[in-house]
């Protein structure tokens, strides 16, 4: 029996849905160590080919890209964007339920992977299966890119796109289903992402550990370098002082503004969840900082004995690891050559890069907000949030700066997913929602290129 309605698809398609993201689940994926990613790809490519896709799995240095194509009847393409890699579940033993054995409890499924991003593709795909099997024909062409390497920064998918951008990836619209819902459980369309730079430092002063008594003063301990160096990178007042550090940084405007004081916000609620005994900053200050100002974030330092007990070591090598969120217009090439400058002068002081990720947005006035804000409406039953700019980072600088497009970021998982973490969830809920809203973003995206759209009518790329 086929469906007439995208709500009678989901009741009548319910139990099969769900056992296919069973299946995907339970599939593992670890593209940190390469474990079972072959199989990932051959199961998302006969997924796609299950929708009528013209599909194609294409190689890169690092694993491979799903490829995916089903033409419309309007000459006007949307790409969909999505992963297949999940990270690694460990540790293991925190698990309630074996992380590839996906189980459903109280309504969710838990499984790695489920929310980020297995869940959330297969929502992608059930919504557009959904709108063949009523409408027939979809109103213009999609395109579908799944990676497997954005647990790992998503190292090629740059280079992806400048190879085939102005034929297999040439689009109009592109549109990254990932990330999670607002906290109160509303759906939410974000225009931009914060960028990043990820580096290593280490830091060494001699082939092996040595006496603290017997060598002191005669070796310089290498942590005290790293010390150093960090004082010359942040300031008393807190400002980061590499050089042009905050050059491409902008401001929010005043539309920009309205914006953020319209995104809900609590204070308290907020300081409890994340351990905070108080949280002072004004609605305008708290998503001003989380959205228009970069970060220079210590992740990791290591270097001597910290165990229990007393060890006196001058150790031999000390290592930090350091996170920068980055926005505007920010460029991560380039603070990372002025950290090679600073630490040249440094003996015994190295430094590696291991993720550069442009910062990326969209017109807030893209004539595109407006139709996918009205389908999240009807597929989550409730009013969306417009976020400017996302926190956290999402490659989406390909899709602005290499294929010259507007990305929209459209999450459908559940804020509290876990995802990275022990006991990664989806509500089935949220999954259902996201059939919907694929479903009607296709139908109401239609309705604003009945004619075509000019391209003057849009902002394309960062420039906004």
Known sequence: MAATNIQEFVDLNRTRNIDELIALVKQKSISSSGEGMQETVEKVSALLESIQAKTQVIQTAGHPIVFGEIKGQQDFTVLLYGHYDVMAPDPVAAWVSPPFEPKVRDGRLYGRGVGDNKGQLMAQLLGIKAYLEIHKQLPFHVKFVFEGEEEQGSANLGSFVEQHKDDLLKSDLAISIDGSCHESGAPVLRLGVRGMLYVELEAVSASQDNHSGNTGNIIKNPAWKLVELLSQMQGNDGKVAIKDFYKGVQAPNEQEKAILNQIPYDSETLAAKIGLPNLTLSQEEYFTKLMYEPTLNISGINSGYVDAGAKTVIPSKAMLKLDMRLVGKQNPDEIYQNIEKMIEPIEGVSVIKMVSTPPSSTNIDSIFVKP??????????????????????????????????PVLIVPYANFDQANHAPNENLKLVNFESGIKSTYHIISEISKIIEGGVKEDEYVKGSSI
């Open 372 to 405: 996918v804000l009205a389908a999240l409406e009807q597929g989550f039953g409730t009013n969306p949030i417009l976020e400017p700019v996302m926190p956290g980072t999402l490659p989406n600088y390909v899709w602005t700066d290499i294929l010259n497009v």
